[in-house]
């Protein structure tokens, strides 16, 4: 049955979101995977644990946002299962940063998407919407996970590890 709300609101628009909000959802539970990684007692982490279970929840009031938006246009939301992590294990902080770029890069590219399918139809009112913008501006700034500071942390990490080798052998030379 069509809502009685609906109005000029194309249906790859409708679906656009939905593939956006299925996104979401999956970054979260990626994020909550990360999180309670970092909260184990053999990783103990706190600081990575707190920071992945807050992007979590961000991630997840990102899917309701667009939730509730797909219903203010009359729009259908359906949901589909939820892709399991590709990784149960996300090793050291580094790499789990790293991932959380990738991540990230590829919600923001569906978020573009959106976007172009929203102006390609004429739809002021998903292309405009405060909700997909903000998103887009915290994405494209990539604040929290900085390709600078992993490149910088990377290089921090391979100082210790080449220092850390070189002391070995020296003491073995010894």
Known sequence: MTSQVRQSF???????????????LYASYVY??????????????????????????????????????????GGRIYLQDIKKPDRDE?????????????????VNLSLLELHKVATQHNDPHVSTCKIILHMHRKVMAIPKVNLDFL????????????????EKLFLKSL
Not at 40 to 50: E, G, I
Not at 159 to 164: D, N, T
Request: glycine share 4%; proline share 1%; aromatic share 12%.
């Open 90 to 106: 996300w090793g050291s902080g580094l790499e789990a940063l790293e991932c959380a770029l990738a991540l990230e890069k590829s």
């Open 151 to 166: 490149v910088m942390l990377r290089c921090k990490l391979f100082y210790w590890l080449e220092i850390s080798i070189c």
């Open 32 to 73: 909550l995977s990360m999180g309670y990684y970092f909260d184990r007692d053999n990783k103990s982490l706190p600081n990575f644990a707190k920071f992945f279970r807050e992007q979590s929840k961000e991630e997840r009031e990102h899917a309701e946002k667009l939730m509730s938006l797909q219903n203010q246009r």
């Open 10 to 24: 194309h249906q790859e628009c409708e679906a656009a979101i939905n593939r956006q909000i299925y996104l979401e």
